[in-house]
């Protein structure tokens, strides 16, 4: 394809009758930090899934760093790393137990597993509990672990499934710190998430997925400059536009993405039992 | 009883009452869309068939032998019938439960549910049990057959029984409150998960234990007998029987002391069930998740290198460590693997009759091949759920870079360390307390394992993909394979040990176990081409699966 971190042709995958991805075609740069939004539904999850080989495509074809996913999974998945919806964590392992195990897997020697294991534990605040087993971890502490296992064999291209949810404002911190520093380093982070300020605040580019299909591509700018450029005119005197851009100020991720997937605030309809 | 929302009205709790017979209805329509749903539902029918059977024949029998007692003046002899009743009653529940998933029913505290509503929803639901179902009929055909000897003690009799009944369901529903309490945390699950196998490991000797005693004079076991009377004549079923074999003489004042005393052994037993009941029902907070402490507090641990395994690779080898780690924290799986031992030594105490003894002190050689089977037998659930403690970390198999097949192959690599490690052990036992196991029998023996290990890590890595199932170590419950998984199993087992026992008729018919071995040997090469090419093909199998797979073990 071409000299892209991440890029699909005509990905679908289909769920028995439903289509939950159709013919999607991204392009993620190297370097770019990279925000992969839609409503619940949309196909976010399942897109994440099949370019992490959690999930075979129906159709289309996957390249991460060059190489096809599906002919060279091994090479692909030595050079990413993942943090599915799940976390995949091993509970009955300790938090040093899992990290240096993860780095064994990815292929580092017993040595450089160990002295990161114990970086990243310092740097995830989570060696202050060196007995404790994953099960018995805070889900902050469990996203904490998982994004250190995910970076342990400083991989070229991070994946994050929804890595800020159920996370408090310190363990978000942090994280937001880790994946900076990667960013500055030359890595790739291709993230979901529903919390639009995060993915405004921290991605350089976005992908927007509704219905199963890819609405919308590219920087924030451009993303911006595109709708601005379509922005509908109110349909009746009176009755303002969908989340109209303020005077002077930029759209806002929320307000782009709401227009580009046609969803409305619905505070005006009424409930019947509530009035 | 403290009612929070005492003026709720009942036309709510009888909704409420609705909804969740309902719902528990839908989960179970819902749960025939899947093949294995069926599946499961066939095979809880055919078990409730045949609990059916065993309450109505149970409480026919059980109706014959109290007509009898009463018709030969033996009233007392009613303690000999409601003590079978109460201990089945009492512990069957607590057996079941560490094979079957239970209804969470505080899930319930979300909803504006009262207090009285909830303690009514834990004490029904909870009931809805065989040990229930079936010591209620037990207890009617105690009834018919003491009526129909003697009909004047039609009310007496429903009376003490109706309380009985009612004091065994609190008593049942009580134990498991508090059993639910001790595991709701990890600790203590591991605790009772300790204690709950010691106890299945004590019941095996009970027979052995009894067989000694029969060889005592029968002076002796009524001395035993007089000594435990006291005790057993306080406790429910002594003062059940006791009531009843009263009412019996027409003592109505001496009917009704123990009858009072029963009340007071149900009354206790409700307030402990609503101790632990309204604790739940005001949220309790038994969560386990570990605070992070501040970094100026934290003691740290220095982090010790992987380990390293000689003509490994390190991926191997961390799958080996991480696999034998989650081993050694769960002391009720540690303890499955010390079966085979017990076993042994069971059959070593057990006297056999008329002086002859056990098969296994007949013919001591066999107890090494015998002590190794279980060891692999032991191991079973292990192998053909390669997958289930991993949880929703299975997903990490498909986004590392680990090839499944290699996965898999560290798996078998445990399992197989475990099974020649239980086999050195089963021989040493062997030899303290039989006697050496020749060497001819020993390399039969390999020789069988050789060949059924490779069968099983075959068909167990396959079953694994197509039928896995979430288990956790930590836990003595729910920790079942999946039932086409156990079925699976024990056919092929049945079949592998058919062959094995087959190549040894025939070696010692023929006084040459050398052509046991020969047999087996070949098979194993076999056995061994076939597991290769199960391996070869896995991680095709794997990728085809994995959907399933990863959404069936990550499950909550």
């Excluded at chain 2, 019938?81 to 079957?100: G, K, M, N, S, V």
Aim: charged share 15%; with cysteine.
């Amino acid at each position: 394809m071409d000299s892209s971190a991440v890029s699909t042709e005509h990905l679908t995958r289909t769920f028995g009758k439903l289509v939950a991805v159709q013919d999607v075609n991204l392009r993620v740069a190297p370097g770019q930090f990279f925000g992969f939004l839609g409503p619940n539904g949309a196909g976010k999850s399942t897109t994440i899934k099949m370019l992490t080989g959690l999930l075979a495509p129906t159709t289309g074809r996957i390249e991460i760093l060059g190489l096809d996913l599906t002919a060279n999974p091994v090479d692909v998945k030595r050079q990413i790393g993942v943090v599915p919806e799940g976390m995949a964590l091993f509970g009955r392992l300790t938090g040093a137990e899992y990290l240096n195990f993860v780095g064994r897997m990815y292929g580092l020697d017993r040595e450089t597993a160990a002295k990161r294991t114990a970086e990243l534990l310092d740097f995830m605040q989570l060696s202050g509990q060196p007995k404790s087993l994953v099960t018995d971890y805070s889900h902050g502490m469990q996203k904490k672990l998982a994004l250190a296992a995910a970076v342990i064999h400083g991989p070229k291209i991070l994946f994050l499934d929804e890595p800020f949810e159920g996370v408090d404002a310190i363990a978000s911190g942090t994280l937001k710190a880790m994946l900076q520093r990667m960013i500055s380093h030359g890595a790739t982070i291709f993230l979901t998430s529903h919390v639009l300020e995060i993915v405004e605040r921290l991605c350089s580019h976005v992908a927007i997925i509704h219905q199963g299909r890819l609405v919308a591509q590219g920087s924030l700018e451009d993303l911006r400059a595109g709708v601005e450029a379509q922005a509908p005119e109110p349909s009746a005197p009176g009755e303002p536009a969908v989340a109209p851009a303020r005077n002077g100020e930029k759209l806002t991720l929320e307000e782009l993405f709401l227009r580009i997937v046609g969803g409305t605030r619905l505070a005006d309809q009424e409930l019947s039992w509530l009035g | 009883m403290t009612d929070e929302h005492s003026n709720e009205a009942p036309a709510l709790a009888s909704a409420q009452f609705a909804a969740i017979a309902r719902v528990r209805w839908q989960i179970f329509i819902n749960s025939l869309r899947s093949i294995r749903g069926r599946m499961e539902a066939v095979s809880r029918g055919l078990v409730g068939l045949w609990f059916g059977v065993g309450g109505l024949g149970g409480g026919a029998a059980l109706g014959f032998a109290a007509a009898f007692f009463i018709g030969h003046g033996h009233v007392e002899w009613l303690a000999f019938l409601l003590w079978p009743i109460f201990l089945f009653w009492q512990l069957f529940p607590i057996i079941a439960t560490a094979l079957t998933e239970t209804f969470d029913s505080s899930n319930l505290l979300r909803f504006p549910l009262s207090y009285r509503s909830f303690f009514i929803v834990r004490l029904v639901y909870g009931s809805l049990d065989p040990a229930t179902a079936m010591g209620s009929l037990w207890l009617l055909g105690l009834f018919v057959g003491i009526t129909v000897a003697k009909p004047l003690l039609f009310l007496a009799t429903a009376a003490v029984l109706v309380l009985f009944g009612a004091m065994n369901l609190l008593l049942a529903r009580t134990i498991f409150a508090w059993l639910e309490r001790w595991l709701a945390q990890r600790r203590t699950r591991e605790i009772m998960g300790l204690i709950f196998f010691l106890i299945i490991v004590g019941v095996q000797f009970i027979g052995p234990i009894t067989a000694r005693f029969e060889h005592h004079s029968h002076a002796q076991a009524a001395q035993y007998g007089e000594a435990l009377l006291p005790v057993e004549r306080v406790l429910p079923p002594g003062l059940a029987a006791a009531s009843i074999a009263q009412f019996s003489r027409g003592n109505f004042t001496y009917g009704l002391a123990p009858l009072l005393l029963l009340g007071v052994y149900a009354v206790s037993f409700f307030w402990l069930f609503h101790v632990r009941v309204l604790a739940q029902f005001r949220g309790e907070n038994l969560g386990e998740s570990a605070a992070a402490k501040p970094a100026s507090r934290a003691r740290k641990l220095p982090v010790r290198a992987g380990w390293e395994i000689p003509f490994v690779s390190g991926p191997t080898a961390a799958i080996f460590q991480k696999e034998l780690t989650y081993l050694t924290r769960s002391g009720p799986m540690l303890f499955t693997l010390l079966m085979p031992i017990v076993i042994l030594l069971i059959f070593r105490v057990t006297p056999g009759k008329n002086g002859v003894n056990t098969f296994m002190n007949v013919a001591p050689n066999f107890a090494f091949p015998v002590g190794a089977a279980y060891a692999l037998l032991m191991l079973t659930n292990l192998i053909y759920n390669n997958f289930g403690a991993d949880a929703s970390g299975v997903q990490f198999w498909f986004v590392s870079p680990a090839r499944l097949r290699e996965v898999v192959r560290a798996k078998n690599l445990v399992h197989m360390t475990i099974l020649a490690a239980e086999m050195v052990l089963v021989w040493i036992a062997v030899d303290l307390m039989f006697r050496t196991p020749s060497l001819l029998y020993t390399i039969a023996t390999i020789a069988a394992v050789l060949f059924a290990a490779p069968i099983n890590f075959a068909i167990g890595n396959l079953l694994s993909i197509y039928s896995p199932k979430k288990i956790d170590f930590g836990t003595f419950g729910r920790q079942r394979a999946a039932s086409a998984t156990a079925f699976s199993a024990l056919l092929v087992q049945a079949g592998i040990f058919g062959i094995v026992a087959l190549a040894f008729v025939v070696g010692v018919h023929l006084h040459n176990l050398w052509i046991t071995t020969g047999v087996l040997l070949v098979l194993a090469v076999f056995a061994f081409v076939g597991y290769a090419a199960v391996l070869r093909h896995i991680d095709t199998l794997a990728l085809t699966r994995r959907e399933s797979l990863i959404f069936e073990l990550s499950k909550a």
